[in-house]
């Protein structure tokens, strides 16, 4: 079911600006590390509403002294998938689709056309390497017996919220081994 949230709703959701700036300029400069969110400390306003109850279950894992585990996680916060693009060399085509997909007169096949060109686009940028050693080493693979296969899933800051929901809009890889590089950048651009 999708309604438009409240106001209120809306602005405790919204993206960090500053937050997405801070994580464009350490992706810019190649500082991975200050780029990838361990899921513990991951909040709405910079990691979106899912990853939020995320952390929110594995602090509760932690607490319950055995009682039931969470995974391990990393998130890859707002401002990443921008500033990977801008790296690309596909920063203006990308904001000349995002401004048509925003125009709430863009409807039909002309907002499907759209979003499968920004999809497309996406998908087609190369994920960085640095990108992708950080998530994997965020997770603690190289410490792990035998094979880490990870779940990685898109989301977004309008998931999971009281007024609106998006089941089934986003995509989850599951199976990905973390010790194969391509086949983890692979997943993080799907």
């Known amino acids: ?60 894992a932690v607490a319950s002294n055995g009682l039931f585990a969470a995974p391990k996680g990393a998130v890859v916060p707002f401002g990443a998938m921008e500033a990977v693009v801008e790296a690309g060399g596909k920063g203006g085509r990308f904001k000349e689709l995002l401004a048509v997909l925003e125009d709430g007169k863009v409807v039909g ?42 779940a990685v899933r898109s989301s977004a800051n309008v998931e999971d919220l009281a007024g609106m929901a998006a089941a089934g809009l986003y995509d989850s890889v599951v199976g990905v081994a973390a010790e194969v590089p391509a086949e983890v950048a692979a997943a993080v651009a799907e």
């Not at 405790?12 to 700036?21: F, K, Q, S, V, Y």
């Not at 969110?37 to 109850?53: D, F, I, M, Q, W």
């Not at 990108?131 to 965020?138: D, N, R």
């Open 1 to 60: 079911v999708l309604s438009t949230p409240s106001p209120a709703t809306a602005s405790a959701t919204a993206p960090d600006g500053a937050a997405a700036a801070a994580v464009a300029a350490a992706a810019a400069a190649g500082r991975w590390a200050d780029v990838i969110v361990p899921l513990e400390r991951a909040v709405v306003t910079t990691c979106g509403s899912k990853s939020a109850k995320c952390a929110a279950l594995a602090t509760l």
């Open 109 to 150: 096949a002309e907002l499907e056309a759209a979003c499968g060109e920004i999809r497309a686009l996406i998908e087609g940028t190369e994920v960085p390497a640095g990108l992708v050693q950080q998530i994997v080493s965020s997770l603690g693979a190289s410490s792990t017996p035998g094979p880490m296969l990870l």
